[in-house]
Each structure stands twice: as structure tokens, then as C-alpha cells.
């Protein structure tokens, strides 16, 4: 699986939207990019998912550049529940035949503030 | 959505003892399970995959002989960890590949 490079650590103002970036250089043609997040203490939370069109569900909008080389996790209006660890990860869709394993990097920790 | 039970949420036991920990898919069948462990303040480490119906495969520098990886049915996963030491003191993570890869809320396993 291809791996992923994300900043350490992000702050965001409550009500403000959150951009977290992520890069994905060597990404294949046939590997999806997800985001998860992980609250203290609690298992990981599915986000968003995207192959090559920039997604957009209740939770987050997902931007992917045209090259699929970097993508933009956003938050539209960050709110201090929004405060974890955020994963960007690539892999082969579960629905390929064999699920594909997630390898999880190190995480963008978002702070959201007052 | 899909939901990942797992059960229990926390554990303390003995060193020597063994723990068994279990993951369902409530409304998914899933053929594959992935469980994953977190140290404190570290990413999380896939284990290993368990597929229904056969052996379990691990990730390179985990004991299969200490943790032992049974998946019964389409709908249940467990990990037993054998003969528990305290540096096996971590966070278990079971995951389903629905259609976003559901995962469990987690097992924070202490040994003492």
C-alpha cells in the first residue's frame, strides 16, 4: 500500500473550517483514499472514502487532486467534538475481492479551540 | 452504517492468565477481520487478518502462538491473548471491511 505523509499537528478555531492535507505521491490506480479518526480511547472512526472525485457526506468534504498525488480532508465547521487524531490512509477498496489491509501512519492531531 | 461490536472494553489480568477478546459484525458478514494493536500515544499496528474458515495470517514480529486468532463464522472474530505479560498491556482494535472498514470500540487490555 502506498504510504501517506500528513502534518503532526493541526489547531482550528471552533466554527472554522478545518483543512487537513495529506500526501499520497505513490498511489496506484486501483487504491482509495480514506480518512478515519480516532477520538482518546476509543477505536477509529470511518470519515470519508474517494478514488478520484472529491467526495462529500454529512460529516466532511474530501478534495483530490487531479494527479491523486495529495488530497484535503475539510471540515466544514470544526467544532470542539471534532478534536482527535485524523488518518490518511490508502488502500484497495473492501469491496475488491480480498480486503486489503489499512496501514495507519502517525495522524494529523487536530486541536479545535475556543 | 455498519457496526463492529467488541467486547469486553477493558481488562485486568494476572500475568499468566489468558484473555480472549471478540469482535462481531452486527449487520455485515465479513470473511476477513483485521485486529490491530495501540501502545499509548502510537499509531495502531495491524496484527493480523483472520479469515473465516481458515488460518489466521500475521504480520511479521507477532507471536502466533501467543495470540491466537479464531474466526468462527461470518459474524465473530476473536483474539485470545495466551499467557499475558504486562508489556501486552495495550489498546486491541478489531476492524470489519464493510464498505468503510468499521472497527470495534476497542479493548484497553492491563496486565499485572
Known amino acids: 500500500d502506498a504510504k501517506t505523509t500528513q502534518p503532526t499537528s493541526m489547531d482550528c478555531a471552533e466554527g472554522r473550517a478545518a483543512n487537513l492535507p495529506c500526501n499520497h505521491s505513490?498511489?496506484?490506480?486501483?487504491?482509495?483514499v480514506y480518512w478515519y479518526r480516532q477520538i482518546h480511547s476509543q477505536g477509529p472512526q470511518y470519515i470519508i472514502h474517494?478514488?478520484?472525485n472529491n467526495e462529500t457526506n454529512e460529516m466532511a468534504s474530501l478534495i483530490i487532486t487531479e494527479d491523486r498525488k495529495s488530497s484535503t480532508l475539510i471540515l466544514p465547521h470544526a467544532t470542539l467534538r471534532d478534536t482527535a487524531v485524523y488518518y490518511c490512509?490508502?488502500?484497495?477498496?473492501?469491496?475488491?475481492?480480498?480486503?486489503?489491509?489499512?496501514?495507519f501512519g502517525t495522524g494529523t492531531r487536530l486541536q479545535v479551540t475556543l | 452504517g455498519a457496526v463492529v461490536s467488541q467486547h469486553p472494553s477493558w481488562v485486568i489480568c494476572k500475568s499468566g492468565t489468558s484473555v480472549k477478546i471478540e469482535c462481531r459484525s452486527l449487520d455485515f458478514q465479513a470473511t476477513t477481520m483485521f485486529w490491530y494493536r495501540q501502545f499509548p500515544k502510537q499509531s495502531l499496528m495491524l496484527m493480523a487478518t483472520s479469515n473465516e474458515g481458515s488460518k489466521a495470517t500475521y504480520e511479521q514480529g507477532v507471536e502466533k502462538d501467543k495470540f491466537l486468532i479464531n474466526h468462527a463464522s461470518l459474524t465473530l472474530s476473536t483474539l485470545t491473548v495466551t499467557s499475558a505479560h504486562p508489556e501486552d498491556s495495550s489498546f486491541y482494535i478489531c476492524s470489519g471491511p464493510d464498505y468503510g472498514y468499521t472497527f470495534g470500540s476497542g479493548t484497553r487490555l492491563t496486565v499485572v
Open positions: 474517494g478514488l478520484k
Open positions: 490512509i490508502v488502500s484497495r477498496h473492501s469491496y475488491t475481492g480480498t480486503a486489503s489491509k489499512l496501514t
Open positions: 505513490t498511489i496506484s490506480g486501483n487504491e482509495y
